[in-house]
């Protein structure tokens, strides 16, 4: 079992910034890739950012030059720096564990962007 908790979702103005941070706990020796999804209102769940274990990444084109994810394998971290923040990435952001035969979510935080 993977437990992950979320931290540093707020309220911001447009061009704000944000860092947002997860933590997992648990049978972290099975995670291979973490990283970030978020829910808009209304919307469905999507990916913003992920990195393999060997430090690849992968990068929603909606937030491409603007968030950066970075991951401490040791300290079974991942922390999504969130710039130049827009009204529309306003969501709910899932922290996310994958491992060979599942995946796993954090309960989420909320990211409120006002224009």
């Known amino acids: 079992q993977v437990r992950l908790m979320e931290s540093g979702g707020g309220l911001v103005q447009a061009g704000e910034s944000l860092t947002l941070s997860c933590t997992a706990s648990?049978?972290?020796?099975?995670?291979?890739?973490m990283g970030w999804y978020r829910q808009p209102p209304g919307k469905q769940r999507e990916l913003v950012a992920t990195?393999?274990?060997?430090?690849?990444?992968t990068y929603a084109d909606s937030v491409k030059g603007r968030f950066t994810i970075s991951r401490d394998i040791m300290k079974n971290t991942v922390a999504l720096q969130t710039n130049s923040l827009k009204p529309e990435d306003t969501a709910v952001y899932y922290c996310?564990?994958?491992?060979?035969?599942?995946?796993?979510w954090g309960q989420g935080t909320q990211v409120t962007v006002s224009s």
């Open positions: 990195m393999t274990r060997g430090s690849t990444t």
């Open positions: 996310y564990a994958k491992v060979l035969n599942g995946n796993y």
């Open positions: 648990g049978t972290t020796f099975r995670i291979q890739d």
